[in-house]
């Protein structure tokens, strides 16, 4: 099992991304938000460029913002292994061809209420589905069991169009919720991980 972790929750980004660098992670996933798509809002990215300095993990940048292409090309510019962008927004493939100009890997999330059968369109053009396990919009939140049935629905559109696609899931995972994720490809956690005073230890709780 893949592990991504989000530093979302953390109130002291410079000194936990330093700590992350020093567990297994495999990516550090940067939630952005603009305050209009969702209700919050994260650090300009003119304060999230420096993250270089607390990092040398490759980053899994999920969106959550109205001014897509924007973001895109920003965050395009760091170390950036995928950029995820909600089905739900506008200009979703045009958006999607932008990452992939880049030659970054392009990901698409769906919101707990969205079907999965939104994403079939744009299958082609991106490597990574996040299934998201809660609302989007702050991190701490309960995981909702009943998305899990998308990740069933989620492994047969990859063997139906024989893809090359990762099947990731995204808040409230922790040692209990792990549990219903394990088909997936890779996991996305926050606050359990953060909120701990020893970060390789939860991550490992989660790979097994
Ligand atoms: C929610 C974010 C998640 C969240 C994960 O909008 O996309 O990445 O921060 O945090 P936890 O694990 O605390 O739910
Ligand atoms: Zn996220």
Do not use: W
Not at 34 to 54: A, C, H, L, Q, R
Not at 68 to 78: E, G, P, V
Not at 162 to 171: H, M
Not at 184 to 195: A, F, H, K, Q, T
Request: hydrophobic share 40%; with cysteine.
């Amino acid at each position: 099992m893949l592990v991504s972790t989000s530093f979302l929750s953390s109130k002291n980004p410079p000194k936990d991304l330093k700590m992350l660098n020093e567990t297994d992670t495999d990516f550090i996933h940067v939630d952005v938000m603009d305050g209009k798509f969702v209700k919050n809002k994260t650090m300009p990215f003119s304060e999230m460029k420096n993250i270089y300095k607390y990092t040398s993990k490759r980053l899994d940048v999920h969106l959550m913002v109205e001014d897509t292409a924007s973001y895109i090309k920003n965050y395009a510019s760091l170390n950036t292994e995928y950029i995820i962008i909600h089905v739900e927004g506008n200009n979703v493939l045009e958006n999607l061809q932008l990452i992939n100009s880049y030659n970054i890997k392009a990901g698409l999330a769906v919101s707990p209420n969205t079907p999965i059968s939104e994403v079939i369109p744009f299958l082609p053009l991106i490597k990574q589905l996040l299934i998201m396990s809660v609302e989007p919009g702050m991190g701490g939140q309960a995981f909702i069991k009943d998305v899990t049935k998308k990740i069933k629905e989620a492994k047969a559109l990859v063997k139906e169009y024989k893809l090359d696609l990762l099947i990731s899931i995204d808040g409230g995972i922790n040692k209990d919720t792990i549990s219903y994720c394990k088909d997936c490809d890779m996991v996305v956690s926050g606050s359990y991980i953060i909120n701990s005073d020893d970060f390789q230890k939860k991550i490992d709780s989660l790979r097994r």
